[in-house]
């Protein structure tokens, strides 16, 4: 589906002509030199893409790799196109789950195509941010580019910052003194990370790639720009990194706070089964049959036999809470 | 054993003389330049290595490497011959198991041999695809080279599609709620993981070295598909260390899920225990032979010890419910 | 809010006209050649940096970093402008803590503007050292540089050494007789060094740099004074790092002793079992109903009964003591 | 000791002089152009080195390593003389052991000594063999150099098989429904990996150098040669990283199944248990003193309370094994 | 405190002067080209440091760092001294400890200054040594340099094959059927470990670099002398990387084997408990009042009744042996 459709002219966007017509027939719009087209296509049928692939001129194992939306993160040259595959991440707060999408990319010389798979960022409430800000349009097509990724990026670090919130979650978990079995929540969380790791770090390449100028397309303003990104982009895989490896040593103490629970457990088990089991021997003992056992005769042989359970029962008690078994 | 022999003029297959004889005996026919001969041998004879090789005068040590079904991939020139081993892959549903095979290429100026071993990859039926496309034809040896390595990565990401599968129930199972036994299921994923990262690895570097257009064998236009073959390859190899690092996540959670439930049994056990255990005492109580003991003339002495049993337990019982031990 | 502002020259600090004065509306002074101005300032308001960031001429994106207290360490060159930042550390003793704050510089061919956020390293203090070091001061804007990185690379030392007995403590708490549940304590020192370290690693890329004389800012003897301080922030980083892999090892270390431990307890308490459970089972015997069993008649039946008791009682005591399982 | 001493021309063995006095007093003959000398020793005493070291003008601290069988394999130049250390490998079926001696080579430009240490590769073996293919003695030092790295790579290649052999019986081991301790097994396993690492690494390097056709002593087509030994070599490192990955895997299965074990044997224990204390709860039972308890009274009372004894184990009984706890 | 005050003249110690008074008021003594003069330190006082600095033109960052034992080792180049930091280490056997010390060197032109803090080597030894060597002390200063670096890291050597065997003792403990607690062990030598390699490892740069000739101080005879050392150096780190792995993967050893007993033990209390437990039921059976037990009335009731019980744990006992519990 085409989103929009538009030319920009000194980071102005310009009417497409009399009834601004947006539909995909005016497709090419013949462009003075520096101005350029921009048209955002989301989830396309395949003769959307072949519209468009032919119209631009673009490569076919590009427009191949547009269609399908489970490509990983790369910037390929394709003579004077660049194709730049992003993934978008977002933070769903009901699930405390990562959902990914993808943004492909062709600029050339005077055109930009978006081609959106999947929810995630809305590149038209972008563009009509950017079409705010002339002084980054006016970079052209690699301007537009640089805000996508900036919003991109943007939404990365909000990303690793639920996910810190989450690993502080399992970390409190792990170390309350409740039974909890974290194990569970540690493995999503990994996923989950992994996932973000496998958006972001393909991506870092590119973006160092641009942040040097090149007499090409990338001038000096620009490069700092995409140096800005990149940096972000740094940070978001840091804290991704970081986050790993502090669940890592979670699950671990994990580990080591089950076994010593189990220890304990035992200690108690044992100490509350000595509780009972002693009273139980001195009962088999006054349960024999001897001719001559003088307790038994005793009037308050039976209370006295009762208090001698209970007294070692509770002497057993005292000791065992002293030393920490119980 | 000669699969199959064929000329190729301007990506057309031409008959090979008048009975078309696809035997060994005409085995090199004389090419116009820019037509190439594409011979395939299946797990071939010493004789057939030895014919083949003094027809297009291979060298011999890769004769003897194409002989050899235990290759690891590699790329090695030879004078004006690049000697291709690929490992081929394929998933067997029926065992839930990656089968392993290898093709050997020798690419010449004006002609291809194709040596498999084992099963896999049918490379009769990729030569009939490729025929219905001249425009790969056209590119001559390193076309038929580019079709073959394409079709075999393909085959990589179908393995790796179906080994994602296999995770993902290791990993349902490891979180059930059932007891199971998940290290035998998981060690022997990741000896397959291990297998395809051994076919996958070794490849990446030659597929990247053909990605990039060299004055010789590599136009521009054959470098670009080259570089969909290795960027396909990337990915392959990038769900592979996910699925093994996911792998050895979900074992930690295996043995982690072990001990918690090792402990929830002997809590468990204990209660159960404590139940049999202090009706035993009372009963020892009652079978003391004190000569006062009000119970034992009582009427309803008996069923009065009985429900203290029972009450007892049930309190216990109750108990133990309430604070997760039962 | 502006905590110190003035000029230098030729290694000494020069009055800023009648009055000294240091609010911001003087903040340009125009300098003599080889002179730099100096501008401190704390947790600016967004006004301040606004107002410092058009005297000095600063680059936007730069100005945007330095009003975020959350950068990682980095050095960007801007034009003719360096932007630096670092982060701060320093141990808080009552907490047995690490704490972190952010320092970011801009040095320019004729001033220095360092902005700091939280607490941690005084750099007024800082600046009152070094107008006493002439010779340092002398080097101009990266002289100041050197001496900011020096004193934070200092703290870092300092953090570094109260690490170490830290990890002392676990180390002896770890294989100290005493039941100890080391966890939670090496999982905190392990969150601290992961924050040591992001502190520490990406300052030794620019402090490297540094150490190498080139033509512009960077002097034969600044670059020795650099490459000081790079050598301590080696130092720091091999302390950190060991420290990481002793807590690992100690952390290992941990759960063997607590899986040994669940091994003593459980020989413990079985053979406290036997001791009670032999006897009952002596005592069942006595309380069999048997018509013929002469041991129920004899005078001295009961103590005899007690005796056998006690003397198996003692033997297994023995005996398990000397087997080690009491 | 001096085990041979040769002269070689043109691919072919020359008797030394009438008496073809192989003693080292005969040690360095007068060569023609592209003529080499070969002589091996095996266990050299300090004056055979010695002696040796001054008729090749040997440097002195390689004559020193060349004494001492405890190198690591390593490639050194000496002015016009290249100084191997190679380490031999083989398997000693009966004890499952891998076994190490070492061959020192110094290559000149017309003379060759390998200095052979322990048992292992048969040098005088393989100067038989390779005395009958003059088309590798053709190419000089080189050519023996080649010889014998390609003979001890093909023994680590022996080794590598053997390993995997053992790796697939621990494996079905550790796998094995037996209780199996298997630690110990890898452990020693894990040491001799680690052994043919540390012969294996460090020899690759030089083969990949000579590997590459140098304008000193390497020709094209003896490059070639030692690219197929450098493959050879990169073949067994796969192998025996896999087989390390495979053995720690296999270690944490066989960690797992002890702790799954445990808790198989723990929840056998308490069913057992369960079988026993019941019926000892219902002998206790009637057991007690009550005047008024209907059943002792009863004819068949003691085959009614055995009977119930029996009736509730079994019950027990079934119900376990229906549970899987027994 | 100065320990020795020389000059060399062509690998030949001269007095210095009559009476060849060694005091620090000698210092600098006027040198032929190609002589060299020596002074060893110990401890130096600050005060010493200084004298020697002012009298050799030292950098005071070097000085600095010299008079501070806790340097890492390093190689720096002020001008036209190099300054080089040596960690000694030696292996005190009654202690099973490694212990450190510390050499620094300032080796210019026409001299060198040895500084030791600690024990450890005894350089005044080496010196002596060294004296007997004139052909390498003809190297000069560089050869000076050699024959410590030399010295030290022969000493490494030694530290490592104390470690193996300290190693191959922790080994056989964790594999002995004893119950041991090896982790304690494991630990400590893994500490050790870490300080060899933190000796180590940072030599082995500056070590490579001495070992290629360069115009200025290296020619190529003095780099094949410390190629030797830096070999070594290469043969220690991998003995201590390999004696690291080692021990982890007996670590883990140690981990099973603590499982491994646990289960073992547990089975064992349990065939243990079950020979008291069934006599105990028998008792109980035999202690029932029923008015009808035939048994009760048998002449040998009582004797058959113990004969059961014996007859039934000798059962049980029998099977627990078999079936391998006991």
Redesign the interface.
Known sequence: MIVDNALYHQGKRVPLGPGDDQSLGSARVPCDPGDFQWIGIHDPSPDELELIASTFDL?P?AVEDAGDSH??P?L?H?DDTLFLVLKTLWYVDEEDAVETGEINMFIGKDFVVTVRHGEGIDLAASRRDLEQRAKVLEHGPMGVMYAICDRVVDEYERVGAALEVDVDEV?ESV?SPA?T?D??R??VL??EI?EVR?AVMPLREPMRRFATPTEGLITAETA??F??VA?HL??VS?VID?LD??LS???????????????E???K??A???L??????I???????????P????????PF??LL?VGIAGGLFTWFKKS?WL
């Not at 040593?249 to 220890?263: C, E, I, K, M, P």
């Not at 009972?276 to 021997?281: D, N």
């Open positions: 490569h194992l490509q990983r790369k390929e394709y970390e170390f039974r079995d194990s569970n540690i493995y990994k996923r992994a496998r700092t720009y140096r800005d940096d740094q940070r840091e970081n490896v502090l040593t979670a699950f671990d103490a994990h580990l080591a706070r089950v076994s010593v629970q189990q220890n457990d035992m200690r088990i044992s509350g089964a000595a009972v089991v002693v009273p139980t021997l009962a088999g003992i006054y349960g024999m049959n001897f001719d001559h056992m307790e038994l005769g005793w009037t308050y042989g039976y036999s009762l359970m920490g």
